[in-house]
């Protein structure tokens, strides 16, 4: 359930630069997750973004719609 908060969050915040600060694979990671989804979520979900449940619930209805890297992170957190 964090990893998928994780996921929803790297959506929202599409910049790493807060995150390398932190934790380098960390960033690596959420900016991978990010790439994958964001031009998914601005295409389906726009009106959601600023919510991170919003965009991954979203996103999983639209999941026939969204692109393949997408669909395969989602279904590498169980979504």
Same mark, same amino acid.
């Given at each position: 359930m964090i990893r998928s908060l994780c996921i929803a969050s790297a *959506? *929202?915040?599409l910049s790493t630069a807060g995150w390398a600060d932190n934790n380098q694979s960390s960033a690596n990671d959420n900016s991978a997750e990010a790439r994958a989804c964001h031009g998914d979520a601005r295409r389906y979900c726009r009106e959601a973004i600023g919510d991170e449940f919003r965009v991954a619930s979203c996103l999983i209805e639209h999941r026939e719609k969204i692109s393949r890297a997408c669909?395969?992170? *989602?279904?590498s957190h169980g979504m």
């Open positions: *959506l *929202l915040f669909r395969a992170m *989602l279904e």
